[in-house]
């Protein structure tokens, strides 16, 4: 069975930083690609951004320059660092392989 528990998530002021993990169980990681998503109150889920299993990344938009997805195969870990932090970036951060969702982790930006 495929789970997916996410962590790092917190309260933070404009401009900071955080770094979400995703430990991942139950699947080999390795030959899987995985995303970032959030959905804030009120707002649709909305994916942040992606990594293949060989290790391309993509970004929206409103991340590029900001955020930074990587993995640890060995660790079976996805991160995600988030610089310079808007308080547009509060929301419930996900992690997704496939149809499998984490519980999500809350970020919290205050201006």
């Known amino acids: 069975q495929v789970q997916l528990v996410e962590s790092g998530g917190g309260l933070v002021q404009s401009g900071g930083s955080l770094r979400l993990s995703c430990s991942i169980s139950?699947?080999?990681?390795?030959?899987?690609?995985m995303g970032w998503y959030r959905q804030a109150p009120g707002k649709q889920r909305e994916m942040v951004a992606s990594i293949t299993a060989s290790n391309r990344t993509f970004y929206h938009n409103f991340v590029v320059d900001r955020f930074t997805i990587s993995r640890d195969n060995i660790k079976n870990t996805a991160d995600l660092q988030m610089n310079s932090l808007k308080p547009e970036d509060t929301a419930i951060y996900y992690c997704n392989i496939g149809h499998v969702w984490g519980p999500g982790t809350q970020v919290t930006v205050s201006p």
């Open positions: 139950g699947i080999s990681f390795a030959t899987n690609g």
